[in-house]
């Protein structure tokens, strides 16, 4: 007597080909059901299915606000205590990220612990008892420099993160934007509307931003000239507003500036504006971060950055889930070039 063949379940196919792209593609968090749907060629309820099935042997866990994540840690789970560690002197965008990240940890149903300290003066004891009541630790730009905070965090064992930085030690889990690509796009867009004669008004010793720079130069047989570069400390407004001044004292024609951040180009708009130059008649300006009120600074602000949302999300996922114990998170995202009206053809002399 022949033996009934048994055809496999559609869902069960596509539960092993997720399992196959899982591991190939060393995958932390699966795409969004659309594309999913596309790749594999099957239904919505195929793969709701599969995904279900997955789900009850520990393998997916569904995260709301973030998506399906792989292979869960149990140390992070719903509820998890999450310490944000930032410096007391945020700049205005990472104000800005540090709302939307508590934001979107309240919608993962993550519970937050803020520790806001000096990263030059560590109160180590204190930290080290904040560390033991968390299960993992996000920290900011600022303090993802500081190697006491670093070396405590990793002596813990705890899960962490750094957002929007990559800190020097290697090892060390991070995402963040590639600013270097970020500062060569400005560069280049001023570049190809004619611009020759470009200020630069930021941090010169910046790891990040220079090499950007001096690559869409070079690729365009042009050199950042030394007497239209001032060096900023830290990039504040008002820093771009005293350093827009000696420039413009120095009397040489210069027809863009490149900011080091959009707050500094704040500073550099109001002292070009209070000079009587036209923005971007005249004189064409650029920052970088993209702030909320770049859209509406007195002339609208060409800036670049990466998507805030992006990296924190990109975070959350880190610390709820990895394929194993040893691997970790090096993600870094591309800016974007926004183009708004501070920004235009180089004027006719």
């Known amino acids: ?35 999913l749907m596309a790749r594999f060629g099957v239904s919505r309820n195929t793969l709701r299915r599969s995904i279900f099935e997955l789900t009850k042997e520990n393998i997916l866990q569904p995260v709301q606000g973030i998506g399906t994540i792989v292979y869960p840690v149990p140390e992070i789970v719903e509820n998890s205590r999450i310490l944000i560690v930032c410096d007391r002197e945020m700049t205005s965008f990472q104000q800005e990220v540090f709302n939307l990240l508590l934001f979107m940890l309240n919608n993962s149903r993550l519970n937050t612990i803020v520790l806001m300290l000096d990263k030059e003066n560590v109160d180590v004891n204190r930290f080290d008892a904040m560390l033991k009541s968390c299960d993992g630790v996000v920290i900011d730009q600022l303090c993802s420099y500081s190697p006491v905070i670093l070396e405590r965090i990793r002596k813990t064992g705890k899960k962490m993160v750094c957002l929007r930085w990559r800190p020097d030690p290697p090892g060390i889990p991070f995402v963040a934007e590639n600013v270097c ?11 190809e509307l004619g611009h020759t004669r470009i200020a630069y008004i930021g941090n010169s010793e910046d790891r990040r931003r220079m090499p950007g720079l001096k690559k869409a130069f070079q690729e365009n047989g042009l050199e950042l000239d030394p007497c239209l570069t001032f060096h900023l400390e830290k990039g504040y407004r008002e820093e771009g507003y005293q350093a827009t001044d000696a420039l413009l004292k120095t009397g040489r024609r210069f027809t863009a500036v490149i900011a080091h951040s959009d707050i500094c180009a704040l500073g550099v708009e109001e002292r070009l504006l209070i000079a009587g130059y036209r923005i971007p008649e005249e004189i064409s300006v ?44 090096e993600k870094v995202v591309d800016p974007r070039l926004i183009i708004r009206k501070s920004t235009a053809q180089v004027p006719e002399r």
């Not at 069960?12 to 594309?35: D, G, S, Y």
């Not at 690509?181 to 570049?191: N, P, Q, T």
């Open 1 to 35: 007597m022949e033996e009934k063949l048994v055809r496999e379940p559609l869902y069960e196919k596509l539960k092993k080909r997720l399992l196959v792209t899982i591991e190939t593609e060393n995958l932390r968090m699966l795409p969004n059901e659309r594309e």
């Open 181 to 191: 690509e970020g500062f060569y796009r400005l560069a280049r867009h001023l570049i």
């Open 286 to 329: 650029t920052g970088f971060d993209n702030l909320q009120e770049s859209a509406s600074y007195p002339i609208p602000l060409t800036t670049c950055c990466g998507d805030p949302e992006q990296m924190i999300h990109e975070a959350i996922a880190y610390l709820f889930s990895t394929r194993n114990s040893g691997m970790t998170l």
